[in-house]
């Protein structure tokens, strides 16, 4: 068996200003650091033994400082971790793509899956590449428990994978708030088992709403 925890990376400069960020970045916040370093405190005493992260730098900022709190050597970069590509889109404030972009986005509003983001991925893309690397895992590190930091759209995609969840049934699974905590367990005759789910009870007040991502406009 080996245990996976995934989680998410802290609030950036992007996700307080509403912007689509995707493949494209931008810093952690200081409060995305404490949100880190809070999720390092957190996982002090689960044994893990080593971290994979997306290759983004706001995903690997926020495994370093979790790398730092637990004493690991080194933070191992996936590709296959990366946020959605959201193509055109990215770059852009989540409300000016809304008017630019409204039959779009009352598809996006009824489900995120039934779009092609113009030049990016769709949900079976990032469910595909994502879950072919979280699939070598228990293989790789039979006993071990492991820590994976990636992004808000892909873990979405991996927990509802996990729980067999079928890619369509997108509000079946709670939103993941920045550093959220999901644990399964992954036994060799392929079962896995979940205990828990979007846990962001560390943050304590540091959680940022997804703004823009939703429907409901919220105020600055």
Known sequence: MV???????GETLWNIE???????????TEKGIRQARRLGERLQNEGITRIYSSDLPRAKATAEEVRQILGLNEVLTEPALRELSFGEWEGQKWWDLREQYPELFALWDSGPHKVQIPGGENMWDVTTRAWNFVNKLP???AGETIC???HGITLQCIVKKALGIPVEQWQDVPWQHNTAVNIFEFYEDGLIKPVLIADHSHLDGLIQPASGFTKEKKEA
């Open 139 to 141: 293989q790789l590190h």
């Open 148 to 150: 994976v930091v990636t």
């Open 18 to 28: 509403g912007r689509v960020q995707g493949a494209l970045d931008s810093a952690l």
């Open 3 to 9: 245990k996976i925890i995934f989680t998410r990376h």
